[in-house]
């Protein structure tokens, strides 16, 4: 038995962060995708494959343990790995909502197209695709509310505290204004949202920043809850702007989003340097995308993007990306 299914990854255009807080958000899925296939294995364990990322781990069955066969991760960097993404897949793999629970060897690949702790939610895109692969396997049938749902909780599970941002994009796809009371739904934009992402070197972790970002809440409440007020506000004008077809305004609010924060200190010097690079080419706006801490930034420049592709590609790692109308396949 052979399972397969794919999600894609996410840009944050408007709201990371103030989303964990209630706040509204907008957000469109791209066209780099988890891939993951299960296949039924030779001996007891769960075997699983990233070769984009070395990693080769091992899930034991019984106790849930996560090993890694070659360790080149834990042996470079022994005390802060965590064998950080293969926790997702363990927490997908194992959910009640499947029906069923790994009770013999699997053999599961992942091919990942997504750069990893960029802030274009390949954890998210990696827990979809591996509950959709393992719906499959177990014949289960999953309506796509209960796959993101599932998504949302294995996220909360390893993160800590997580929105369900990233596992709609990821389930539903396109190009979506997200609220905590009504989901995702979808924006018709009057204008094209030509977007290059810009991405550090220096991989961010989403549950620390998100940890972050809640202390200095609490120690600074009465200045930190506004800001996070004011993301929302901004994320609402950006809505407005983006189906009325006002470039100019969109990318100020990114750049005002951008100030915004800065202040909440997920913030570094790399991104700065690509996102102020990025307007001096001729982006309209840029701010970070997804959690910070390093990874990524987005620039939005209508009419300029082979200018903002080139400074940015001679800084660091940068490309062009577009929307994808497809969420999860399986
Ligand atoms: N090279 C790597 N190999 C395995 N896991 C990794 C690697 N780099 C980062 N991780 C883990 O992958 C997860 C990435 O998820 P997250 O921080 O949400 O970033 P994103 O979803 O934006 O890619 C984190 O749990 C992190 O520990
Ligand atoms: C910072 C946050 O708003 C987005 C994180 O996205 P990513 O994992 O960095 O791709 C956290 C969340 O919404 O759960
Ligand atoms: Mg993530």
Redesign the pocket.
Known sequence: MTARASAPGKA?LFG??S??YGKPAIAVAVDKRANVTIREGNDDSIHVKIPELDVYGVIDIETGLISLENDILGQENPDTFDAGILKFIKSALFRTELGSSPDHGMDITVDLEIPIGA???S??AITVATLAAAARYYHHDLSLETLALTAHQV?LEV?GA??P??TTVSTHGGFLYFTHESGGVKIKPALEMPLVVGYTSQP?N?GL??QQVRKLCNDHPTIIKPIIGLMGNVTNHARESITHGEEERVGELMNINQGLLDALGVNTDELSRLIYHARSAGALGSKLT??GGG?SMIAYCPGKTREVLEELQSIDNAFLVGMSRKGVTW
Do not use: F, K, N
């Open positions: 944050i990371e962060h989303v964990v802030g274009l939610g954890s998210a996220e993160q997580a929105s941002l990233d961010g989403t920043l998100v997804g959690a990874g």
